[in-house]
């Protein structure tokens, strides 16, 4: 079975500031990791994705994202966070036997000006 | 080249009535989803197709089902509506390996009176 958690239901901070989004993770084979962000009344868009390769894999907008074996971790990362970037972000896993995706419950992020 | 649409944006049924919701996909890809979202609980998986000619279920199948009509278009029917599929309904299309990312569509609203 595969899983996703996002620990924090809401991130706030200043605009200009750094942004980190927390997202862990359990699969049985190799996971495949992905984020996504929606806007109000928008559909899922992809941000970007971890494969194989690089641990730091880096997509839309200015965004990365760190894959962590160990800590079965893949947080999204802004190291300047704008206004335009509030917004519900969800990450998933799958197995990479599986087609099927597992999302995490999402997190709202909100940057004050 | 449009991306993944889908029919209709709203709808508002009454309790068992049934309807079908639409999803087209111009991208080539193989495999669709269908996902509910409802608040605080993510995206959940209702059914998927790994490819033309194929369906499977979800975590959450039951009161709804499928049909592929072809490589382009996999519609979600409600048989028998009831106020608990009162949701935002998300439709997706994946090319497969070794681009594993799904592309949404718009959603389609809606409320079971």
Known sequence: AQSVAQPEDQVNVAEGNPLTVKCTYSVSGNPYLFWYVQYPNRGLQFLLKYITGDNLVKGSYGFEAEFNKSQTSFHLKKPSALVSDSALYFCAVRDGSDYKLSFGAGTTVTVRA | ?113
Request: hydrophobic share 25%; proline share 7%.
């Open chain 2, 1 to 113: 080249n449009a991306g993944v649409t889908q029919t209709p944006k709203f709808q508002v049924l009454k309790t068992g009535q049934s309807m079908t919701l639409q999803c087209a996909q111009d991208m080539n890809h193989n495999s669709m989803y269908w996902y509910r979202q409802d608040p605080g609980m993510g995206l959940r998986l209702i059914y998927y197709s790994a490819s033309e000619g194929t369906t499977d279920k979800g975590e959450v199948p039951n009161g709804y089902n499928v049909s592929r009509l072809n490589k382009r278009e996999f519609s979600l029917r409600l048989e028998s509506a009831a106020p608990s599929q009162t949701s935002v309904y998300f439709c997706a299309s994946s090319p497969g390996p070794p681009s594993y990312e799904q592309y949404f569509g718009p959603g389609t609203r809606l409320t079971v009176t």
